[in-house]
């Protein structure tokens, strides 16, 4: 990562600087592949019940569960991703924001004194991190912060999925109008995969387009890593509980058991 391309430094994803997070929102809500997540994290959980959300972002599912009456403590290893969320609390209803915090930290070494009914990781969180060590701590914490009989569920993104060829990497991706008669536009810059070891590269650039030509652009990288999240939830004692489909890919089942 940090590289050159063009006179613009590539950063990593949801870095300060970069547009990733600033626009995250915006582009995310075109994600059509997320159709119907929030129902499916809301159903490992009772109203009144608590969930710790690994990798929150901007709160896009915290704040949904909130609402459906779930406790919610978001974490995430993002400064700017964070303060979305903190900024979308300060004008939240006040019943929702009294269901909700969020803290920065990193799901690979979390120790919170607190037990959830559920851990969730949706939309690729944990496929941030490269699936050894790391996702033997993520899991060994899960184990940790879940009540007896607590569920959990992570949606990774499979390796079919990122292995496909893109149907044109040289096109926009996605244009989108913004604030004051601009538009975001967003493209694939870069991209490669290695499928023996489970590792997908890609830069993304994004581009703020004004009247008057390109106000602001930036490319940023992500990495992605994709394995069976199985053998590591059970060699921490969870149970594996099935999968259900997302989009092309699946979100994976957890309960500990009670
Ligand atoms: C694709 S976003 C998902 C955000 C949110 N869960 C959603 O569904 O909209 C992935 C998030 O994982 C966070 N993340 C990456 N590595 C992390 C780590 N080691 N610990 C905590 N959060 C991490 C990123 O900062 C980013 O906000």
Redesign the pocket.
């Known amino acids: 990562m940090g590289g050159k391309l063009g006179r613009v430094e590539t950063r990593p994803?949801?870095s300060d600087k970069g547009l990733s997070?600033r626009f995250?929102d915006l582009t995310?809500a075109a994600d059509t592949s997320?159709a119907g997540?929030v129902e499916l994290y809301a159903a490992l959980v009772s109203p009144g019940g608590s969930a710790l959300?690994?990798?929150?972002?901007?709160?896009?599912?915290s704040f949904e569960l909130a609402a459906r009456g779930i406790s919610v403590l978001g974490?995430?290893?993002?400064p700017a991703?964070l303060a979305q969320a903190e900024a979308k609390l300060r004008s939240a209803p006040p019943e929702i924001a009294a269901r909700l915090r969020f803290q920065r930290?990193?799901?690979?070494s979390l120790n919170l004194d607190e037990q959830f009914d559920a851990v969730i990781?949706?939309?690729?969180?944990l496929g941030?991190?490269p699936s050894g060590a790391?996702w033997r701590n993520v899991f060994a914490g899960v184990a940790r912060h879940l009540k007896p009989g607590g569920r959990a569920a992570f949606?990774l993104a499979s390796a079919e999925m990122l292995g496909q060829p893109l149907p044109d990497v040289r096109g926009p991706a996605l244009i989108r109008p913004i604030e004051g008669g601009r538009r975001l536009v967003v493209s694939i810059a870069d991209r490669s995969s290695k499928p023996q070891i489970g590792r997908y590269d890609q830069t993304i650039e994004y581009v703020v387009e004004g009247p008057r030509g390109v106000e602001a652009r930036s490319l940023d990288h992500m990495t992605f890593y994709a394995a069976d999240p199985r053998p590591f939830a059970e060699a921490v004692g969870l149970q594996a509980d099935g999968t259900a489909p997302l989009g092309p890919n699946l979100v994976h089942l957890f309960r500990k058991p009670g």
Request: glycine share 12%; aromatic share 14%; charged share 15%.
């Open positions: 994803y949801y997070a995250y995310t997320l997540d959300e690994l990798g929150s972002g901007t709160g896009r599912v974490v995430d290893i993002a991703m930290g990193d799901m690979a990781s949706p939309y690729f969180a941030h991190l790391a949606h």
